[in-house]
């Protein structure tokens, strides 16, 4: 099961992938897989415990802003079921069987909160979760500090690393 860890600081192991800003990496157990430097952007972690395989998505926009995708990964609404579609065609994972953590969404810059694109963001991942049926186990949102993930596979433990950090798991 998927468990949010607040940590000062990770240390990597040899076996890890880094996932870059709107990136989205899948891979099996006994990988980490790392996004650094969060700020408005979210980071979706998809994990099937059964089968020990998961993804992390590093969105920075809750949708596209006209009908041309340029990257898919960019944006919330289309990252997370081109994730779910790796998932299952790949590792023959089953929606069922997947659960959730949402981290990131901050609000960096202090403009309006129609221009609130870390909330955007979060809200987004929410949504596109919910509609697929995916179980929702925790998340760590918004705040106005940035965050870098650390997700091992193997665990199920998502560690977050912040300057700042204020935790909010779901039970």
């Known amino acids: 099961m998927l468990k949010i860890i607040r940590k000062?600081?990770?240390?990597?192991?040899?076996?890890?992938?880094?996932?870059?800003?709107?990136?989205?990496?899948?891979?099996k157990n006994?990988?980490?897989?790392?996004?650094?430097?969060l700020g408005s952007c979210v980071a979706i972690i998809l994990h099937d415990p059964r089968r020990r395989m998961g993804a992390l998505?590093?969105?920075?926009?809750p949708t596209p802003g006209?009908?041309?995708?340029?990257?898919?990964?960019?944006?919330?609404?289309?990252?997370?079921?081109?994730?779910l579609k790796k998932l299952v065609d790949r590792y023959?994972?089953?929606?069922?069987?997947i659960e959730s953590v949402i981290v990131g969404g901050a609000r960096i810059l202090n403009i309006g909160a129609s221009m609130n694109i870390g909330a955007r963001n979060v809200e987004m991942a929410r949504k596109v979760i919910r509609e697929y049926g995916i179980r929702l186990v925790g998340e760590d949102v918004?705040?106005?500090?940035?965050?870098?993930?650390?997700y091992e596979i193997s665990t199920g433990n998502v560690y977050v690393t912040s300057p700042k950090l204020r935790l909010s798991l779901f039970s």
């Open 66 to 83: 006209s009908n041309r995708i340029d990257n898919p990964a960019k944006y919330v609404s289309t990252a997370i079921p081109l994730a």
């Open 57 to 61: 998505i590093h969105a920075m926009l």
């Open 142 to 150: 918004g705040g106005s500090h940035s965050r870098s993930v650390f």
């Open 30 to 37: 006994p990988h980490t897989l790392v996004t650094y430097a």
């Open 92 to 97: 023959g994972c089953h929606i069922i069987d």
């Open 8 to 27: 000062d600081k990770y240390i990597l192991n040899n076996d890890y992938l880094v996932v870059g800003i709107a990136d989205l990496k899948i891979s």
